[in-house]
C-alpha cells in the first residue's frame, strides 16, 4: 500500500466547508486507448459488496458524495487482496471506499460514509477508490474501463453528472486545486502503461471522457458499439446476442493440458466469454512465457446460442487460487480415440473409482462412484471404449443400474 497521510478527524471538522469548487467541464478525448476499449465490447462488471464493519462512520458534509476521486496504489508487486488486508490492518492512518483491478470491483467501505484517502477537504466530500496496478495491454484496459464504470456508477447513484475537476478528480487534481495532499497519483501509473502498451498517452481528461460513455449506458442515453474482434475465433464481426445456455462441467481430478505452441492471438478471462461480468485480463497475445506450458484444468463450459464454444478454465499450479478462462482452441489434452464396444464384465473387488468422463481427457472428469459401492461380482455392461495415447491406457463406459462410467480395463475382471 502506498504511503498513506493521517488526516485526523479534528482536521475534518475544521476545515469542512472552507473550499468550494469552480471549475467547468473540458471536451471529451478522442484518445485511442478509450477507442480500443470500446471496440472491446467489455460486459459491465460487477460490484462486490465487501464491507467492513471495522471502518468508522462518519457523514459527509451535506451527508451524500459530492463525486468521486481517483487513486492508484503505487506498488507494483501487490494485489487487490493483499491490499484490502493492509487497509484494513492501517485504516487509523487511511483508507478508501473501493478497490478496482482488471477482473474486479470491491468495495470494502460504505460509501454512504467518507474516507480517510485524500486530505480532510476531499475527504469530507469524495467517494475514493484505489487502482491496483495491472501488467499488460488487456488488463490496464479492462482496469481502465471497470474504473470509469464504477464512477459512473457512483455519479449517477448521488444524482450527479461527469465533469471534470468538479465530481471526477482525481488525486493530483486535489493536491493541485483543494489542497490537504501532496500526492500525484494516478498520472505516472497512467502515462507509463499507456506509453508501454499503447505507445500513446493517457490523462485525467482521458479518463472523463471514458466516465462519460459508460455513465451514458448506465444511463441510457446512447447506444454502445455494434462490432468487435473475437480474437480466439479470429474473426471480425458484429457483436452476437450473449449465449443462450452455458453449461459447465467442474473437473476435481487436476487435469491437465498444454498451452499452444503458436504465437496467436489468445486471450484470457475472468469469466466465460460472453457470460454476466466477464472481461478480458491478459496476455492478449499469448507470450512466449505461456507457450507450450503445462496447466492444470478444472472446469468446462459448451455456450449454445450467440456465440458458440467451448472454454476451459487453467491455473499454473495445483494449489494457486488464481484462474483464467480460456477457449478450447489454446489448449491440448491428451488424445483419446474412441469407439463403439461391446460385451459384458464383472467389476474388480478393488476401491477402484468410476468417472463421469475418461480421466484427463477434454470432457474434462469426476469421480462418481467406486467399484466397492457395488456387491462383488456385479455385472456391466460395456458400450464403448477409448484408448488414450499418452499412458497407453484403455478405458471402458459401462452400464450399471441404467447409469453409465467410465473406468480403466484393469479394473474390470471377466471380460466378454
Known amino acids: 500500500m502506498k504511503a498513506w497521510h493521517h488526516w485526523m478527524l479534528r482536521g475534518l471538522a475544521m476545515t469542512t466547508g472552507i473550499i468550494g469548487l469552480a471549475w467547468g467541464t473540458t471536451t471529451a478525448s478522442a484518445n485511442s486507448i478509450n477507442t480500443y476499449i470500446s471496440n472491446q465490447g467489455y460486459s459491465t462488471p460487477k460490484i462486490t459488496k465487501a464491507i467492513w464493519s471495522g471502518f468508522p462512520k462518519y457523514n459527509y458534509r451535506h451527508n451524500k458524495p459530492e ?47 467518507l474516507c480517510w ?31 470509469a464504470y464504477y464512477t459512473a456508477y457512483i455519479l449517477k447513484q448521488s444524482g450527479l453528472t461527469p465533469k471534470r475537476y468538479t465530481t471526477v478528480l482525481s488525486h493530483h487534481d486535489v493536491s493541485n486545486n483543494l489542497g490537504g495532499t501532496n500526492h500525484s497519483d494516478p498520472d505516472a501509473y497512467w502515462s507509463n502503461s499507456a506509453k508501454n502498451y499503447f505507445g500513446t498517452t493517457y490523462t485525467m481528461t482521458d ?18 458499439t455494434d462490432t468487435t474482434t473475437d480474437e480466439n475465433q479470429h474473426t471480425t464481426a458484429p457483436v452476437a446476442p450473449k449465449p443462450k445456455t452455458v453449461t459447465y462441467n467442474k473437473a476435481t481430478n487436476n487435469e491437465t493440458a498444454t498451452l499452444s505452441t503458436n504465437y496467436t492471438k489468445w486471450s484470457v478471462y475472468n469469466h466465460v466469454k460472453g457470460t454476466k461480468g466477464a472481461a478480458k485480463i491478459g496476455w492478449g497475445r499469448l507470450s512466449a512465457d505461456h507457450r507450450g506450458a503445462k496447466v492444470y484444468v478444472d472446469n468446462r463450459a459448451v455456450k449454445k446460442g450467440g456465440w458458440s464454444g467451448t472454454w476451459y478454465r487453467i491455473r499454473f499450479s495445483k494449489n494457486t487460487k488464481t484462474k483464467y478462462w480460456v477457449y478450447s482452441g489454446v489448449l491440448t489434452f491428451p488424445k483419446v480415440t474412441y469407439s463403439n464396444a461391446s460385451g459384458s464384465a464383472t467389476l474388480a473387488p478393488t476401491h477402484a473409482p468410476l468417472y463421469n468422463h475418461v480421466l484427463n481427457s477434454n470432457y474434462l472428469s469426476k469421480k462418481v462412484a467406486y467399484t466397492n459401492s457395488f456387491p462383488a461380482g456385479t455385472k456391466v455392461t460395456i458400450n464403448k471404449k477409448g484408448d488414450k495415447a499418452s499412458d497407453g491406457s484403455t478405458w471402458f463406459r459401462i452400464t450399471l443400474n441404467n447409469k453409465s462410467y467410465w473406468i480403466q480395463n484393469t479394473n474390470l475382471a471377466g471380460q466378454a
Not at 506498488?75 to 474486479?104: G, I, R, W
Not at 475514493?128 to 488488463?139: D, G, L
Open 117 to 147: 484517502g485524500a486530505g480532510p477537504i476531499a475527504n469530507n466530500r469524495y467517494v475514493q477508490f484505489e487502482q491496483v496496478e495491472v501488467h499488460s495491454k488487456a488488463a490496464f484496459a479492462s482496469e481502465l474501463n471497470n474504473a
Open 67 to 113: 463525486g468521486v476521486v481517483v487513486h492508484e496504489t503505487a506498488n507494483p508487486h501487490s494485489t487487490l487482496t493483499n491490499e484490502v488486508t493492509c487497509m484494513k490492518n492501517n485504516y487509523q492512518n487511511a483508507f478508501v471506499h473501493t478497490f478496482v483491478d482488471a477482473s474486479s470491483i470491491v468495495n470494502i467501505a460504505n460509501t454512504k460514509y
Open 207 to 224: 479518463f472523463v471522457a471514458l466516465v462519460k460513455m459508460q455513465y451514458a449506458k448506465l444511463t441510457g442515453s446512447s447506444t454502445t
